[in-house]
């Protein structure tokens, strides 16, 4: 390779500078581009400490979802039981998207319609009852057999199973215990079969608890300059405090069926399942009130198409997608405030969640059916229950509710069933005669037979226990 050449080759800028004949004019100096890495933007939030932008960002639509739910829908519900609870919804609550799905169907919207087509609009679904399944009902002294009955007999005999206190367990024989409830029902149903629900559930103390960490998040946000999730927390504060105000202004109310006639309704629940049994003592019009009750939720703004409740509908809509969109906008720290209030207020919408359940009770049985006088009495057999409510409630036709709730199943049985049906409408106990043991064709079951009689006498004794405290 030439000297020269190699010269040129390897210091290019002085062969260049050495070529170019000295001029009187300077050459023209290029503009500068600053590097990429080194261009910065300006944010919303202070650039030192904890709010420093990080290189991650929470996935907020994720915790959003995993935090809300059927919990913000069950919260939402005791609304309508609690008059002092739709002041206290000030703070920045989860599951907006489902409280907008079960509501929107209250009022006339054909936005709300496309956006949550075939959502069910019945109070079933949106107090979780459309999945209870009520008790069968066997009418003593009118004959009537319903083979499943409302959500509120099973409120009922949910509230019976957990009664503790005048409970009398009868000594006999043990195989499974079941467990009968007598129920005397002494309400009034107003004219028109319409109870107005409105009763205190549970402490107000309890609500201070997610409004402190909704503002308390928010002042956190203020304090650091974040300005963004300061916002958002305050616009869902804000959003869930507007709408619990206007969605507990609806009236919950109570109805059932009149009957023209207001006989005695007598009856049993009958629960196999849970090997329990609820006798119904009362008339008839205190009867469909369990067998044939159902509940109403009016808006003051019905007859305007409820208005109020499509205008509430349509912000908690704009509040999730608001959220969604400026969160990660914010510093990580911020994030972590604006979860923080999420998770707290999630925390007290389970713990309403929880209680519903509780509530259902409180309200039927208190409000509605007045607390009644109960008794429980516990049997060793299905025999001796059977036997203690036929003694218990005098039917018109012994032997039909023993067929249904004790079959026909060997001609020991039948017979003593028989000789038992002779004698319970005196209800002076009963005598098994030594001539009673001498039929050949119960020969084989003599010691069922001797069982059996042993149930019945422990029933006699239940139910002289009944008659004493009565």
């Not at 912000?315 to 400026?326: H, K, M, N, S």
């Not at 023993?402 to 199943?409: G, R």
Request: with cysteine; charged share 20%.
């Amino acid at each position: 390779m030439p000297a020269d050449f190699a010269f040129v080759f390897l210091f290019p800028s002085m062969y260049k500078a050495a070529s170019v004949p000295p001029g009187p004019t300077e050459p023209e100096e290029m503009p500068y581009i600053p590097h990429p890495d080194t261009l910065s933007t300006r944010t919303l939030y202070s650039e030192n400490g904890l709010l420093t932008k990080g290189s991650f960002s929470l996935d907020t639509s994720g915790m959003a979802s995993f935090f809300g739910g059927d919990a913000a829908v069950a919260a939402m519900t005791t609304l309508h039981l609690d008059p002092t609870r739709r002041w206290l919804g000030w703070y920045n609550s989860p599951g907006t998207y489902e409280v907008v799905k079960r509501y929107s169907k209250f009022c006339k919207s054909r936005l709300l319609e496309g956006l949550f087509p075939d959502v069910p609009n019945d109070l079933a679904t949106l107090l979780g009852m459309a999945n209870m399944k009520g008790a069968k009902y066997i009418g003593t002294q009118n004959g009537a057999i319903l083979e499943e009955t409302g959500p509120f007999s099973a409120v009922l005999v949910k509230d019976c199973m957990r009664i503790t206190q005048s409970v009398h367990k009868v000594k006999g024989r043990q195989t499974q215990p079941v467990e009968v409830t007598i129920s005397e029902l002494v309400h009034s149903i107003p004219d028109g079969g319409k109870v107005l629900l409105r009763a205190s559930v549970y402490s107000p103390l309890v609500a201070v608890l997610p409004i402190l960490a909704s503002f308390g998040t928010a002042a956190v946000c203020a304090k650091f300059g974040d300005w963004v999730c300061l916002s958002m927390i305050a616009f869902g504060i804000l959003v869930n405090g507007i709408s619990c105000f206007v969605i507990g202004s609806a009236e919950f109310t109570f109805h059932c069926p009149v009957p023209s006639f207001d006989t005695s309704g007598d009856g049993i629940l009958v629960s196999d399942k849970d090997q329990q049994f609820v006798v119904l003592k009362g008339s008839e019009k205190a009867m469909n009130t369990i067998t044939r009750g159902a509940l109403t939720l009016a808006f003051k703004s019905e007859p305007s198409g409820c208005k109020d409740i499509k205008w509430c509908s349509i912000f908690l809509v704009l509040q999730l997608i608001v959220q969604l969109l400026f969160i990660p906008q914010g510093s990580a720290f911020g994030q972590i405030m604006f979860i923080s209030s999420l998770a707290t207020s999630w925390i007290y919408n389970l713990w309403l969640s929880s209680s519903r359940e509780k509530i259902q009770r409180e309200v039927f049985v208190r409000d509605v059916l007045k607390s009644p006088k109960t008794t429980k009495f516990i049997f060793g057999t299905r025999t001796t229950a059977v036997v203690f409510m036929l003694l218990v409630l005098q039917p018109k036709d012994h032997a039909k509710i023993m067929d249904m709730l004790i079959p026909n199943v060997t001609p020991g049985w039948r017979k003593f069933k028989a000789h038992l049906l002779s004698q319970i409408r005196g209800s002076q106990g009963f005598c098994f005669h030594d001539s009673w043991w001498e039929d050949p064709a119960v020969a084989d079951e003599m010691i069922i037979l001797e069982l059996l009689c042993q149930d019945a006498e422990a029933a006699y004794r239940g139910y002289q226990k009944y008659l004493s405290l009565s």
